[in-house]
């Protein structure tokens, strides 16, 4: 694909608009693409800038996740509080998390995300740790909204950094490297977090694990650039080639002045309400899943977090393959209902069979999870197809904030659904519904605009 010399104004800033046009009025296209080390300077990428954007991800996670161990070790006997209470501390970090996405999406898109991280790293470790400190209920629960705030920005800012970085056919995989951080922490977590919390206890545990988010924001700092130009291990050459690709994408959307414009967008709230129900049982799931399985199988917490572990597991593989097949078609939308069908009948199944016998649900609960995180990756990748630079960023925000009111309801209903029946199987049947719905509401979206023109 030859890339074309005229670009969206406002896409990038004036000075890489400048850089590419007089290099593309220097060297054809075809020269550009095919310069020697122009392709291996590009799949540095791939081995500079996604683990860092990892191991970022994958921190934030840990520091989310690890209380649905905190209340699966006895937080609320710790803290003389009532379940229901214990439910609300979980629920409160996605109110904090909520508020805050879109005016951080904004920052990182008209400055700078790799400053807006760094900054959120050191917060958010720092207040992670303090949920082990504090012993006052109310304390604990603005430390948990507090947290929250911090972390709201990093998913955004990430998916904005991205966008910078890989082009359309990549986007769906790097999207998922991204998001793999969520089931990969899951995954180690649950087996390290039961240990810790058996040897030391759940306060303490939280404290460590809280630390490594402080001092990754030094490495982050070192490692992570916010545009192509700026780094020093891509060659000019490959920074052009990049910019210019990223550049062309935009001809094919529509231009919208600002995110007021991008909110009448086709299929925009449908999105924002799609990912809330989705979010529900993705949250719900993640918190509530160790204490699920401690109430189903009567085992001790170190089993209950290597339980934990198996649809998480599951979860990689999916993800993996579902982005590869993604980018290859660049049909998102069939990589994303049927997947989130199989999680809401999973989760049915486990409903209708808990009652008879651990194992049977168990298997479900694996099929479950590793059908509800696959379609991640094409899913985010969907965004910025539909919608411009100037916005998407924004857009994104606004969806996950959606997300974030998912995950509260998620997770202070699944918990309370708990609380007042005794038993997982109605946390099951709620979170099977939404993700069907969730399922359904993607079917009604059109083809992104620039689809044919991207296949050729």
């Known amino acids: 694909m030859a890339f074309e010399k005229t670009f969206l104004p406002g896409a990038l800033c004036s000075r890489t608009r400048a850089s590419v046009r007089c290099y593309n009025a220097c060297v054809p296209a075809e020269q550009v693409q095919h310069q020697p080390g122009v392709e291996r300077d590009l799949r540095r990428r791939w081995f500079f800038l996604l683990p860092a954007v990892f191991v970022t991800y994958s921190l934030a996670y840990l520091d989310r996740t690890n209380y649905g161990f905190g209340a699966a070790a006895g937080l609320a006997q710790s803290l003389h509080i009532g379940n229901q209470r214990a439910a609300l501390l979980g629920a409160l970090f996605f109110l904090g998390y909520f508020l805050f996405q879109v005016p951080g999406a904004a920052y990182a898109q008209r400055r700078s ?76 977590m649950s087996a390290i977090t039961g240990f810790l919390i058996q040897a030391f206890g759940w306060q303490l545990a939280f404290i460590l694990e809280g630390i490594p988010s402080i001092a990754w924001a030094l490495v982050w700092l070192l490692v992570a650039r916010d545009r192509p130009e700026q780094a020093r291990w891509l060659g000019p050459a490959a920074s052009r080639r990049l910019t210019a690709a990223l550049l062309h994408e935009q001809h094919a959307l529509p231009q919208l002045a600002g995110f007021r414009a991008a909110l009448r967008a086709p299929g925009v709230l449908l999105l924002c309400v ?69 999680a809401g009948l999973a989760l049915l199944a486990a409903y209708a069979t808990a009652a008879s016998g651990f194992w049977l649900a168990y298997l479900f609960l694996i099929l479950a999870g590793g059908a509800m ?23 994104m925000a606004l969806i996950n904030s959606c997300g974030a009111l998912g995950g509260f309801a998620g997770v202070w209903l699944v918990g309370l659904l708990q609380t007042l029946t005794g038993s997982a199987r109605a946390g099951y049947a709620f979170m099977s519904i939404c993700l069907i719905l969730s399922g359904l509401l993607v079917l009604p979206l059109r083809p992104a605009p620039n689809a044919n023109r991207a296949r050729k």
């Open 113 to 188: 995300a790799t400053r807006l991280i760094a900054t959120a790293l050191a917060a958010w470790g720092a207040l992670a740790s303090l949920t082990g400190i504090l012993r006052q209920f109310w304390l604990l629960a603005f430390d948990r909204f507090l947290l929250g705030v911090a972390e709201s920005f990093i998913l955004p800012a990430m998916l904005i950094l991205l966008t910078h970085w890989f082009t359309r056919q990549e986007r769906s995989r790097a999207n998922a490297i991204l998001i793999l951080g969520n089931p990969v922490t899951v995954l180690w």
């Open 373 to 395: 995180y696959a379609p991640y990756g094409p899913f985010f990748a969907l965004i910025p197809e539909m919608l411009p630079a100037n916005v998407a960023g924004q857009i």
């Open 274 to 342: 799609q990912y809330f129900f989705w979010s529900i049982g993705v949250y719900g799931f993640v918190l509530w899943l160790p204490a699920m399985i401690r109430a189903g199988s009567a085992r001790g917490i170190q089993i209950v977090g290597l339980l934990n572990a198996a649809p998480f597991l599951l979860a990689i593989l999916l993800m993996l393959a579902v982005a590869r097949l993604s980018d290859h078609s660049l049909d998102r939308k069939r990589a994303i209902a049927p997947f989130l069908f199989l």
